[in-house]
């Protein structure tokens, strides 16, 4: 469970996780397979925790991951609607 502190970070850690990909995404270089190499270097890195991170960069982490899934799932429907 949560904190009030570990909910915040975890929230604007998706908020701006989420802008950045979505800004990311209109440049003319956007390119895909770069973000789905970042997700998997994010669960890399969140599998890295064996000395203990703490809350809050745990839910940073957290937030980051999901919104890089969040991310991808909206590509691959917006390309399965333009089919």
């Known amino acids: 469970m949560k904190t009030d502190a570990g909910q915040h970070t975890f929230d604007d850690s998706f908020d701006l996780t989420l802008a950045r990909l979505e800004y990311k995404s209109r440049k003319p270089d956007f390119d895909i397979a770069t973000i789905e190499g970042e997700l998997t270097a994010l669960y890399v890195y969140e599998g890295h925790d064996w000395d203990g991170r703490g809350e809050l960069k745990h839910a940073e982490i957290e937030g980051s991951i999901l919104a890089y899934q969040v991310f991808l799932r909206r590509w691959q429907e ?5 089919g």
């Open 78 to 82: 917006e390309l399965a609607r333009k």
